[in-house]
């Protein structure tokens, strides 16, 4: 095993003059080292101190995420910082076991990793975080830890909420598109091995102690239906007044975790700034769908520069909340750029934002009477991914199959106006059963009848007092159902129609209860809250365009099985119908030292029409490393189904290597099964 500075692999040549890169171990407490790369100007030492950047990962900096690295962090190297790409423990290459995302013993790892940092001798001491999803979920949750020399984070596409806007739970539903996915992705990314050019001769051995320690991760969240201690830990929302490092929240439309932004800016204490543009899950310089990008790099190198550096830079000057509008637009599951124009908030809640509160029955024209909604099971098919990456069949299409499915209130627009923030929607309701979920969809319906999907939200009912409880349903009594849709910014224009639809499924992003339920509406005392924005004018708000450094030049490799990206199949005989995805996460590719990687995933999720218990998530992973002197492979099943009463969960894996040229025999390194049945309590 190697020890201190050694080279880096699989990064670009030809980094920009006065950069310079290298890999290092960083200690941690126990003994375990965490493998660490460091892009620096080339003159950082004992006479030219820089401040630091980490960006804090489980997804391998030697491969999986070096193209993407390699567009970010030599960037803020050239303009005079350290910055700096870290392996979690048992992840990559370095050394230990992983136990769970944004466990105390990431987190503790986390702050010696910031310690080390400001006490190297070529740091000011002045350490900023950044990162998208998990590197923004652990940057705001070490932020709340409050480390002495993290002074600033910029944080995006995350959550100040594990529990209710993560990948696990919607509204207090189970998240069953991604609690399943997302759970088996994780199982078949930590089943990688450590790379041999970084930790040696042992490394087959190695990989055997890491395959053996490895759980999957879905039968813990699930045993955690409710917002207990375990969602709370980590959640920055438990300590917004702990966080003393300034915070740039990013977010967008197309992204499920938008709303922590808009909360961020309102209950952070320290100087805080969000932005919410029209982009799916990804950095907002890399060009990915939805655009437009934006100069996201110099946006940050602003933010670092004025809390890190001192710098005047005018951060502090920008409105509290940069927001884009998106422009109506005919339905697609794909869009290159949204129309639209950018707003600023001066503070959230914002003055400017009207909120106008409507019954119910005004959208259905005046029309009196309850109404009954009971939905097929397969209301949800065309719902879209719960994490859009730019792929081509991310959002979701044209929404007139599943308003068919739905009982729909609409409300025609007479005069153009634009939304900003939450949608709020209290369903007055009596339901037949002790359980039940409604999901709200706010949808633009324009005159040739198209329906646009703009937003939605769900509720699990027994968590209408509050997500940490439990509160069945009282069969044939009242309830008011408090649906807080996701924030957006959309603009409806006159002749269009502003469209409402309810129902009781929304497979597969919600898990089904066990029973059916049948709610009875009262549109008469039920209620819509729209968020208007008021004002027409933006404040001059724009940013520059989008720079990064020269990206690691990869070739792609073709799957090994071509299939359709997604496809929705009903078969009319059973009733039984099944959504096929591939996840898009990247595929194969061949890198620029030699190593081939490659990826195929598929996730199916299968259900019939009337019976809730028949809901079924199955993933499988192929993935695949190779180099002429070694080689791994591992092949990883995960699948998810329930009865009434409990959820049943079986995860497999399968892996190989080769320790030698391409002569030397492959063997088998760690065959395992997981079997797990979970109680369903309450969801």
Known sequence: MTDGTFTAIGVPVGLRDGVEVRDEWIPMPDGVRLHTRIWAPAAAGRDARVPVLLEYLPYRLDDWTAPRDSERHPWFAARGYASVRVDIRGTGSSDGFFDDEYSEQELRDGEAVIAWLAAQEWSTGAVGMFGISWGGFNALQLAARAPAALKAIVTVCSTDDRY????????????????????????????????????????????????????????????????????????????????????????????????????????????????????????????????????????????????????????????????????????????????????????????????????????????????????????????????????????????????????????????????????????????????????????????????????????????????????????????????????????????????????TSYWPWVWPHGTTATVVLDPAASTVTLPVWTRSDDDGVGFEAPQRSTPLAIARVAPSEPLPQRTVTHDVETGEWALDVDPGYGGGRVYPDGLVFREDARETYRIRTDDPTSASARSRWSIGLEQASWAARLETTSSVTASADAFHVVNTVRAWARDGDRDAPEELVAEHTFRDDVPRTSA
Request: proline share 9%; net charge negative; hydrophobic share 40%.
């Open 164 to 503: 209710d806007n993560d990948v696990h739970y919607v509204g207090g539903a189970v998240l069953g598109i991604d609690m399943a996915a997302w759970g088996a992705t994780m199982f078949a990314f930590n089943s990688r091995p450590p790379r041999p050019e970084v930790v040696g001769g042992s490394w087959v051995e190695q990989w055997r102690q890491r395959l053996a320690s490895n759980r999957p991760m879905t039968p813990v969240w699930l045993a955690h239906q409710e917002r207990d201690d375990y969602w709370r830990h980590g959640s920055a929302a438990e300590e917004y007044g702990s966080i003393s490092a300034a915070v740039l929240a990013v977010g967008g439309w197309a992204d499920p975790y938008r709303d922590a932004v808009l909360r961020l800016v309102e209950h952070v204490g320290a100087p805080v700034k969000g932005i919410v543009g029209p982009w799916s899950h990804q950095y907002p310089d890399r060009g990915l769908a939805p655009g437009p990008s934006i100069g996201f790099l110099q946006e940050s190198l602003r933010w670092w520069d004025r809390w890190l550096r001192g710098v005047d830079t005018g951060v502090e000057r920008e409105p509290a909340l940069r927001a884009w509008i998106n422009d109506p637009e005919p339905p697609a599951t794909y869009y290159a750029a949204r129309t639209g124009r950018w707003v600023g908030a001066t503070s959230w809640p914002s003055p400017d934002t009207d909120p106008r509160v409507l019954p119910l029955d005004r959208f259905r024209g005046g029309a009196d009477g309850l109404v009954v909604v009971a939905s097929p099971q397969e209301t949800g098919v065309d719902a879209g991914r719960f994490f859009p990456f730019g792929n081509a069949t991310d959002l979701p299409p044209d929404q007139r199959a599943e308003d068919g499915r739905s009982v729909c209130f609409d409300l025609p627009v007479e005069d153009s106006f634009d939304l900003l923030g939450n949608v709020l929607v209290d369903l007055s309701v009596v339901s037949d059963q002790a359980r039940a979920t409604v999901t709200v969809r706010l949808c633009d319906v324009a005159p040739d009848g198209s329906s646009t999907l703009v937003t939605r939200g769900v509720l699990n009912a027994a968590r209408r007092d509050g997500m940490d409880r439990s509160d069945p349903l009282v069969p044939g009594t009242p309830a008011t159902l408090p649906v807080r849709l996701v924030s957006t910014g959309h603009r409806f224009v006159a002749g269009h129609r502003l469209r409402l639809a309810v129902s």
